[in-house]
T-cell receptor, first 113, second 114 residues
Framework: GESVGLHLPTLSVQEGDNSIINCAYSNSASDYFIWYKQESGKGPQFIIDIRSNMDKRQGQRVTVLLNKTVKHLSLQIAATQPGDSAVYFCAENSMEYGNKLVFGAGTILRVKS | DGGITQSPKYLFRKEGQNVTLSCEQNLNHDAMYWYRQDPGQGLRLIYYSQIVNDFQKGDIAEGYSVSREKKESFPLTVTSAQKNPTAFYLC?????????????FGPGTRLTVL
């Protein structure tokens, strides 16, 4: 999602439910995408990545989906746990960016017990 | 124990002072990066280095300086020219192969100007 100043979009889910976090990326030429998780006061932690020649990639409890037609990326977390509460960032990479990552502002995930 | 370390975790600076933030990695990564994070915002790139003795400005380099004398170290100096330095600073590294690589982050340094 998009952020507006200090107000990051927030997703609240019940423990045990599935979570879907969305990201709209900006560059149709981007060829590599990463999801990061950032807990309060800590550095971002790599979750999963996907290259543009794929539509879907699965990890442990997480799935990333890439829709290049509408420039949309999503992160699905299965059986969400309290420890999943954090800010989630997507990042895109493109040769046009000189192979630097461009980060979205993030989405807050809150898990209710 | 492999990874990226940053020190100190918290840093306080008086106005007009320069301060240096440390970043060390033992992952044998070629590329290193410095980002600034402000509340409720994404990461903004300050400087990056793809090889020893070479570095490039990112999007917000004004008021900052870096050096890359060793592959494992990439210190960031926040100078007195940086007008609003209070922020969370993150260092990252990647094994740069020119095709898009995962960046791994350190734990961050929170800088506060008094």
């Amino acid at each position: 999602g998009e952020s507006v100043g200090l107000h990051l979009p927030t997703l609240s889910v019940q423990e045990g439910d599935n979570s879907i976090i969305n990201c709209a990326y900006s560059n149709s030429a981007s060829d590599y995408f990463i999801w990061y998780k950032q807990e309060s006061g800590k550095g971002p932690q790599f979750i999963i990545d996907i290259r543009s020649n794929m539509d879907k990639r699965q990890g442990q409890r997480v799935t990333v989906l890439l829709n290049k037609t509408v420039k949309h990326l999503s992160l699905q977390i299965a059986a969400t746990q309290p420890g999943d509460s954090a800010v989630y960032f997507c990042a895109e990479n493109s040769m046009e960016y000189g192979n630097k990552l461009v980060f979205g502002a993030g989405t807050i995930l809150r898990v209710k017990s | 124990d492999g990874g990226i370390t940053q020190s100190p975790k918290y840093l306080f600076r008086k106005e007009g002072q320069n301060v240096t933030l440390s970043c060390e990695q033992n992952l044998n990564h070629d590329a290193m990066y410095w980002y600034r994070q402000d509340p409720g915002q994404g990461l903004r790139l300050i400087y990056y280095s793809q090889i020893v003795n070479d570095f490039q400005k990112g999007d917000i380099a004004e008021g900052y300086s870096v050096s890359r004398e060793k592959k494992e170290s990439f210190p960031l100096t926040v100078t007195s020219a940086q007008k609003n330095p209070t922020a969370f600073y993150l260092c990252a590294s990647s094994s740069y192969r020119g095709a898009g690589d995962t960046q791994y982050f350190g734990p961050g340094t929170r800088l506060t100007v008094l």
